[in-house]
């Protein structure tokens, strides 16, 4: 039995072509970021669209790396972004344990004031968090990065675990009590390992706000640049006598990085986790 090759047909030649030439738009500015960081400032501008730079400059990234310290930033970022991973996984796994499992009086209220919380610009409330903050002695602290950032609103992450636990059968809490177990045993060990999809969801796109943040921590460390994160410590390449593009470009680079290599790591994961969220 021989198998022939069936030919494309019209629709789909065009498809591809369409997504194809979207894709490259799609990618192009990485690529051409990336082509910026290897040039001078001089080059960036006179090349226009190129993406081939005349003699690749790589003390670029040495100078945003050593000389403008973003290899300290790189650290501040990295404690920041896995404290406030870890804050807004706990918090946000409780509050909606409690919502979606028990029922109380003024809990439609409060799931209705989250919602409407959910519409707020940051820029609303950054003044009484940052007031609360400095009352906690806590301004110009990574703790206090890491507190402004995962003990805000963080509606949806709250609503997903709830939805997710409410479709849950009681009978596994009532199994997990009948064998002794207190409410945090039940809570931590039967009903949040149950929920990892959710958690999926939530670590990477916790991950993916605390890495790019920029306005709280700009704020919160204003009078300690040492504390700096990567999307803050851009502001230095931008200087009274004028910017330094190619250390710019290159910095970007090296603040994506982290990023890139999180999403291709776990790609699949990522793709799974918010298909069973939406499942569920």
């Known amino acids: 039995m021989t198998s022939r090759l069936r030919r494309p047909s019209v629709r789909q030649v065009v498809t591809f072509v369409v ?10 500015p990485f690529v051409w970021l990336v082509s910026a960081s290897l040039k001078t400032s001089s080059e960036i501008f006179g090349s226009g669209l190129g993406l081939l730079p005349e003699q690749p400059v790589w003390e670029n990234y040495a100078r945003a790396w050593s000389e403008v310290g973003f290899a300290g930033y790189f650290v501040n970022t990295l404690v920041i972004t896995v404290g406030t991973v870890l804050l807004v996984v706990v918090r946000s796994a409780l509050a909606g344990y409690v919502l979606g499992r028990y029922d109380f009086i ?16 940051e820029g609303y ?8 903050t400095d009352q906690l002695r806590l301004l110009n602290t990574h703790a206090g990065v890491i507190l ?16 997710y636990f409410r479709r849950l059968p009681k009978e596994l809490e009532e199994t ?21 999809p959710i958690t999926a969801t939530v670590v990477i796109l916790t991950y993916l706000f605390a ?13 300690e640049p040492d504390l700096r994160t990567l999307a803050v410590g851009m502001t230095v390449f931008v200087g009274e006598r004028g910017t330094d593009w190619s250390g710019m470009a290159a910095a970007a680079v090296i603040s994506l990085i982290p990023v890139i290599a999180v999403f291709v790591a776990l790609q699949r ?3 799974d986790s918010l298909a069973g969220a939406v499942k569920q």
């Open 19 to 28: 997504l194809l030439v979207l894709g490259g738009l799609w990618v192009y």
């Open 106 to 121: 003024g809990r439609k209220f409060l799931i209705g004031l989250f919602l409407v919380t959910f519409f707020l610009p």
């Open 125 to 132: 409330t950054i003044i009484p968090i940052t007031q609360l």
């Open 148 to 163: 402004g950032l995962g003990a805000g609103g963080q509606i949806a992450s709250t609503l997903l675990y709830a939805g």
């Open 176 to 196: 997990a009590r009948l064998d002794g177990a207190g409410p945090f045993t039940v809570f931590f060990r039967v009903m949040l390992p149950l929920a990892w």
């Open 211 to 223: 890495w790019n943040v920029y306005l709280l921590p700009l704020v919160f460390t204003l009078s």
């Open 269 to 271: 994961k990522f793709v």
